[in-house]
């Protein structure tokens, strides 16, 4: 029954996401990420009260709908703020993210503390509905960035610009689907596979999660001295090193040493290839919601391809090996997407230079903040 409100929450994210793109190039993007955060906060608010499945279900959508939002706006918002700044946005984009790897840390704390002082988890969804709330207050009071010049909405329609975009979302979604299916059978693999008893393959799973958030912390500083393209290129290559690792390495030593070198090294594709994406094209409200749409997808479906592949196979111990080729296999996937990225977008820079002129400079932002009452154009 839980799968309802887990569908139906991914569906309101998915849907949210697409119509996102197309609000963000129509409206001021912080007033967009405002709201997307206020759904959150009442989602959040209302799931202790809901006393029935059909409440818990439209809990989870109202809430799936504003993380979706919340996506598309904040990563596309953080773009065209650096943009007008003209800062480098990688170290924003690896701050944020890290801010979601501490999120998800966290969490499970508070969830914990409001377990043991209250004897119930809903001081945890009410604290979690505050800070959300306060967020939302916070984002609607900042000045939103120039919006999109006509030129660029022109531009991102080109077919390199396309052909960009799309192969960047087969990257995350291979790589969020990997994220997630790991880190959702790593424990069971352990057990299962790996004959671990319990409090070590919880610990097992704990240094996953750990070493992401920690790779997404480092990726920081990294930001500040790397080219984004080189820091993506030496994160696919450690990604697949350590995959490589976890297939050969027979030892548990193996095991827990590419573990977390493969959280480590997955922490910090999704927000270097966004700042990849951005070298070579302007991302508009679209171009981000196709980018965070196939990193949704990923999640959706490879978590469940890979949970397959492992429970129908004829033997625990084949079903551990079939998780790690299909790892390995994903995992070169990706790093063979890289190159296609980079010749894509070296095409895109001059197709758009050539038809459209510089579209990527700031002369093409157009400021609407002078006009803050003009009605939302659909």
């Not at 059978?185 to 999660?209: I, S």
């Not at 990527?360 to 009452?373: E, K, N």
């Amino acid at each position: 029954r839980m799968g309802s409100v887990v569908s139906l929450r991914a569906l309101g994210y998915l849907a949210s996401t697409v119509a996102g793109g197309v609000v963000i190039d129509r409206m001021r993007v912080h007033r967009l990420v405002s709201f997307g955060l206020l759904l959150a906060a009442a989602g959040s608010a209302v799931i202790p009260f809901s006393s029935s499945l059909w409440q818990l279900c439209l809990s989870g959508m109202g809430q799936g709908i504003g993380m979706g939002v919340l996506d598309t706006g904040g990563n596309v918002a953080l773009l065209w703020v650096c943009k007008e700044d003209g800062t480098a946005a990688g170290p924003h984009m690896q701050t944020i993210h890290a801010a979601f790897a501490v999120g998800a840390c966290l969490a499970p704390v508070v969830v914990s503390i409001s377990s043991r002082v209250t004897n119930s988890f809903h001081a945890a969804f009410y604290f979690i509905s505050l800070v959300c709330l306060a967020s939302s207050v916070f984002v609607f009071c900042l000045r939103s960035p120039k919006m999109v010049a006509e030129a660029a909405h022109a531009a991102s329609k080109q077919t390199w610009v396309v052909i960009v975009v799309v192969v960047t979302a087969m990257l995350l979604f291979l790589y969020v689907g990997l994220e997630a299916g790991y880190g959702t059978l790593v424990f069971t693999y352990g057990v299962q596979a790996r004959a671990m008893d319990e409090p070590a393959a919880h610990g097992l799973n704990a240094l996953y999660w750990g070493t992401l958030a920690a790779g997404r912390v480092a990726a920081i500083p990294l930001a500040l001295l790397l080219r984004p393209t080189v820091q993506l290129g030496a994160t696919l290559a450690g990604i697949v090193a350590s995959v490589v690792l976890l297939l050969v390495g027979g030892s548990v030593t193996a095991l827990w040493v590419g573990t977390g070198l493969f959280g480590f090294f997955m922490a910090p594709v999704f927000p270097t290839a966004v700042c990849v994406v951005e070298l070579f094209v302007q991302l508009t409200g679209r171009l981000g919601a196709g980018l965070v749409v196939g990193a949704a997808l990923g999640e959706m479906l490879l978590p469940l391809l890979l949970a397959q592949l492992y429970d129908r196979a004829p033997s625990i111990e084949t079903g551990g090996q079939y998780l790690l080729f299909s790892m390995v296999a994903f995992s070169a996937l990706m790093a063979a997407m890289f190159p296609l990225v980079l010749t894509a977008g070296r095409r895109a820079v001059k197709a758009v230079a050539a038809d459209y002129g510089h579209v990527q400079d700031d002369v093409t932002m157009v400021d609407v903040s002078a006009d803050l009452d003009a009605p939302l154009e659909l």
